[in-house]
T-cell receptor, first 111, second 115 residues
Framework: GENVEQHPSTLSVQEGDSAVIKCTYS??????FPWYKQELGKGPQLIID?????GEKKDQRIAVTLNKTAKHFSLHITETQPEDSAVYFC??????????FGTGTSLTVIP | NAGVTQTPKFQVLKTGQSMTLQCAQD?????MSWYRQDPGMGLRLIHY???????DQGEVPNGYNVSRSTTEDFPLRLLSAAPSQTSVYFC??????????????FGPGTRLLVL
């Protein structure tokens, strides 16, 4: 079955710096990769996603890149702000039209 | 729209007790899922449903039952609670399958403590 590995588990950056979170997947047939942000005490919320027919997608300060050959995709946050502090999860499709989730990255942006 | 709602927000059970976690969505989504979230383990799929009357097991189904009698509701039942079921439970819903690109919406979660 599909497994999703996510690194790092924790990440601290200075405000204004960039943050990068990486995920790898095993099923070469996977074609859709979402990223979720979870704030304390809340449910995960989709922030960006990418389909396998493109290599990069941007939305303001957030971007996702996909390397199908290497089977990994990454979340890039530029010009980080304190409100970016949260737990981020990557996900990849699994059987039954559901998702496998990574184990999460706790991002802290230090003012 | 209220989106995905979950009740209760917090619950304390004794070992062996049973309870039902409620989940409802008002977006007419076909797909609904239950996840549990534990420290260092991310979100793990318990059960899911692709439509009313259809349910299937996820990664960690043991100790949990589900039913889907309507499109809106997808309750999760703990038949005999165990301390290992202490966790945060999230319900989610979406329109299409995992590869469709449709956004998956999560509820606010239910925090369960089993003593």
């Amino acid at each position: 079955g599909e497994n999703v590995e996510q690194h790092p588990s924790t990440l601290s950056v200075q405000e204004g710096d960039s943050a990068v979170i990486k995920c790898t997947y095993s099923d070469s047939a996977s074609n859709y990769f979402p990223w979720y942000k979870q704030e304390l005490g809340k449910g995960p919320q989709l922030i960006i996603d990418i389909r396998s027919n493109v290599g990069e997608k941007k939305d303001q300060r957030i971007a996702v890149t996909l390397n199908k050959t290497a089977k990994h995709f990454s979340l890039h946050i530029t010009e980080t702000q304190p409100e970016d502090s949260a737990v981020y999860f990557c996900a990849a499709p699994r059987a039954g039209n559901q998702f496998y989730f990574g184990t999460g990255t706790s991002l802290t942006v230090i003012p | 729209n209220a989106g995905v709602t979950q009740t209760p927000k917090f619950q304390v059970l004794k070992t062996g007790q049973s309870m039902t976690l409620q989940c409802a969505q008002d977006m007419n989504h076909e797909y609904m899922s239950w996840y549990r979230q534990d420290p260092g383990m991310g979100l793990r799929l318990i059960h899911y449903s692709v439509g009313a009357g259809i349910t299937d097991q996820g990664e960690v189904p043991n100790g949990y039952n589900v039913s889907r009698s309507t499109t809106e509701d997808f309750p999760l039942r703990l038949l005999s609670a165990a301390p290992s079921q202490t966790s945060v439970y999230f319900c989610a819903s979406k329109t299409g399958g995992a590869g469709s690109g449709e956004t998956q919406y999560f509820g606010p979660g239910t925090r369960l403590l089993v003593l």
